[in-house]
């Protein structure tokens, strides 16, 4: 027993000394990894270039305690600069220094805020991130809805910085002139001033380094601006090179990379466990004291990892394999039950303005207030929760399945909707619910979960709905087949389309169309849209069909032009086809000869889905010469704000406004205030849905620049509408 004994003491011995091995071996490896700066065995550095940046700048850019440089632009400067063929030469200093030194030609490129004062004696590479400003104050303080606000207050800004050129256009703000951003939140703890105007990342950043704790951000977010590298005049050779290098940064992951290290998660660093083991196993330590930390370490990585594999590390409440686990347990218990799925809708928005950490604590924030709503509250996925919730005991007067879902969706709703405040910042959000119940709509959890993600995704066309599963959501697998022969009918142009006119209503001549697409069936004859245009943005094929159709749409434009008839024309394009940098760049290719004659239609409802994403879209399709046009206008919650940021050239009124007009004084009202609106952004009104001549004589008044609709023309194919356009010009020369 005794020589088992020393046996298995030396056997642990030997496991415990060979794992501190391993583990100081990885630790070593690891710090080795980060350490080392990206690498393109393809790119060898052809000449120096000087890069200067804030010293004090974090989390961008930084002297560390050793005096070294780092932070997220000088690690991208690097690897931009390995994949371009630079030598990079990094020079931190302060920020007046550094803007001194780039005037003066002593640097060549500098990382800075866009402005449009800034690009008349500067050159820019292409953005690589989105900036946006806010407000901090101390806790309790007033919250700042505009800049007008501050009038009267005194207010911290960096010298020389973009808030300080802004702000001195601002009248009444008392400016405190501080040497950096993080000094400027340092005055407001201590005193000195009101308020601090600081980007977002340093905001957060200096927050976290400098334990401000009291310091919150009291503002919408300001300044929406492109990060790009700023370039001396005097050096046009760098920016096509440090363009291919970003780009190449991009493609590579390097970006991605080094984003997560310095960007990602602007949270106080926690000391977790396994650091401090690494750490101590670095000191002499008596073989018992280690075995025994060694012991305590397993357990509780042993604990952590099932908390990970069934539980959100953010929220703490259970992730989708979690949640797919309880509601087994559920099964099980043969009672009924509901399974309510909510989409988060403006969480992109949120994430591109305040930054992945402040989402992280407003999710953190909804989740605790689901918890209190139900036990079975599980976050799935980056902007969506499940919640399970037991049905009561049937009895007298209680509720069907129907009127308890609807019900619990809407209250589930009002408990998301309700203002939320996140470092200071009150914030109501919008969201959309579809709900399953348990045995109807399924009897496993897989079953369940889709239900509720059918009735989510048709929930998500109105934001604030709340759709219970029924079975025509279900897809249907005879779809299959129609979507292979969709893909056939427009890999061999068999796809039709048929062109609505639109009427100018004050000259009274045809002046465009809209393509609707039509699809003739060999088997099952004319279909209407409804049939396959959403089985085409579920499958990802609306981009396949948008940019055929867009070609067909060119193709009528370049006929006009050699017609020298002045016509436009209207495609729509989906939420989809915005996200698909594919898609947007086909576009901007093929239609470089018809600028100006073809329209991209975009409802309000895409828009909000993915507000970023659109405004990014639209401003490529833009520049490329196209017109945009805001489709359905009044149907959905879009704020003003994303019509002044879209700022289309046309916006049309959806047809809900038009049908009974006359007969309305309140859609009456309604439309003279949107055509104001439109008029305000420069836009011109298109009416959608005219059906007589008195709405017409109606729209012409109010100011309605045109007209589509049943009073107007039926849908014909474009030797009809070239026809009907000869002939309303004839009819009025005669």
Request: hydrophobic residues 45%; aromatic residues 6%.
């Amino acid at each position: 027993m005794a020589a088992q004994r020393a046996i298995g003491l030396r056997t642990w011995t030997i496991v415990l000394v060979a794992g501190l091995l391993v583990a100081m071996a990885a630790t070593v490896a690891l710090r080795r990894t980060q350490a080392a700066p990206p690498q393109d065995s393809q790119a060898q550095p052809a000449h120096t270039v000087r890069f200067g940046a804030d010293m004090d700048y974090a989390p961008f850019s930084r002297l560390d305690a050793k005096g070294e440089p780092n932070g997220y632009d000088v690690e991208l400067f690097k690897s931009v600069a390995a994949h371009a063929g630079l030598d990079p030469d990094i020079r931190l200093g302060t920020w007046q220094r550094v803007r001194n030194d780039l005037d003066a030609g002593e640097l060549d490129v500098v990382p800075m805020l866009v402005t449009d004062a800034r690009k008349r004696h500067l050159l820019f590479s292409e953005p690589y991130l989105r900036f946006y400003h806010l407000a901090f104050g101390p806790k309790g303080g007033k919250y700042v809805g505009t800049l007008g606000e501050l009038a009267g207050a005194r207010v911290a800004v960096q010298r020389a910085g973009m808030a300080w050129e802004y702000l001195h256009n601002t009248p009444g703000v008392r400016i405190v002139e501080v040497d950096n951003e993080p000094d400027a939140l340092r005055a407001v703890a201590a005193g000195q001033a009101d308020y601090a105007i600081v980007p977002t990342y340093i905001g957060y950043e200096a927050q976290r380094r400098l334990r401000l704790r009291d310091i919150v951000a009291l503002s919408p977010a300001f300044y929406e601006t492109s990060y790009a590298f700023a370039v001396a005049q005097d050096r046009p050779d760098l920016v096509p090179k440090l363009n291919a290098g970003l780009r190449e940064a991009m493609r590579s992951g390097d970006q991605q990379r080094i984003y997560i290290n310095y960007l990602a998660n602007l949270t106080p660093t926690q000391e977790t466990f396994r650091s401090g083991l690494f750490r101590a196993a670095w000191a002499v330590v008596p073989l018992t004291a280690m075995a025994i930390v060694l012991l305590v370490w397993w357990r509780r990585a042993r604990r952590r990892s099932i908390n990970l594999e069934y539980f959100d590390p953010v929220t703490q409440v259970l992730n989708r394999r979690g949640f797919r686990r309880r509601l087994g347990e559920l099964i099980l218990q043969r009672k009924p039950f509901a399974v309510v799925r909510l989409d988060l809708q403006e969480i992109g928005a949120v994430d591109a303005m305040a930054g992945p950490a402040f989402v992280d604590d407003l999710l953190r924030g909804l989740a605790d207030r689901l918890k209190a709503e139900s036990t079975h509250v599980a976050k799935v996925d980056d902007r969506g929760f499940q919640v399970a919730v037991q049905c009561p005991t049937s009895g007298a007067g209680a509720p069907n399945n129907a009127e308890l879902a609807q019900n619990l969706m809407h209250h589930l709703l009002d408990t998301i909707k309700a203002r939320i405040e996140v470092a200071g910042v009150p914030m109501e959000l919008v969201a959309s619910a579809g709900a399953a119940m348990y045995p109807a709509h399924g009897d496993t959890p897989d079953l369940l979960m889709r239900a509720a993600n059918l009735a989510t995704e048709e929930a998500m066309q109105r934001p604030g709905a709340a759709v219970l599963y029924h079975q025509s959501l279900a897809p249907d697998a005879s779809r299959l087949t129609l979507l292979t022969d969709l893909r056939a009918a427009i890999r061999d142009r068999t796809l039709g389309h048929a062109l609505q006119p639109k009427l100018d209503l004050r000259t009274g001549k045809i002046c465009g169309a809209e393509m609707l697409v039509r699809w003739k069936h060999p088997q099952h004859g004319d279909l209407p849209p409804g049939d396959f245009v959403p089985l085409a943005e579920r499958t990802g094929v609306i981009g396949e069909m948008t940019t055929y159709l867009v070609e067909q749409a060119i193709a009528h434009c370049r006929d006009w032009q050699a017609q020298e008839l002045d016509l436009t024309l209207s495609v729509n394009v989906s939420v989809n086809d915005l996200s698909d940098a594919a898609v947007v760049d086909h576009i901007v290719q093929a239609a470089r000869d018809v600028r100006g004659q073809l329209m991209l239609e975009v409802t309000e409802t895409a828009v909000m889905r993915d507000p970023e994403t659109a405004f990014a879209a639209v401003e490529r399709l833009r520049a490329g010469g196209l017109r945009i046009s805001l489709d359905d206008f009044g149907t959905g919650n879009a704020s003003l704000t994303y019509l002044r940021r879209l700022a289309p050239e046309e916006v049309k009124i959806d047809r809900s406004f038009i049908t009974g007009l006359l007969g309305s004084e309140a859609d009456q009202r309604i439309v003279r205030s949107t055509i104001q609106l439109a008029h305000a952004v420069n836009a011109v009104v298109t009416a959608e849905g005219v059906e007589d001549k008195a709405t017409l004589a109606w729209l012409r008044e109010a100011g309605c620049e045109n007209a589509q609709g049943y009073g107007v023309g039926r849908a014909v194919d474009a030797v009809a509408l070239i026809e009907g356009v000869r002939g309303n010009a004839e009819k009025r020369t005669g």
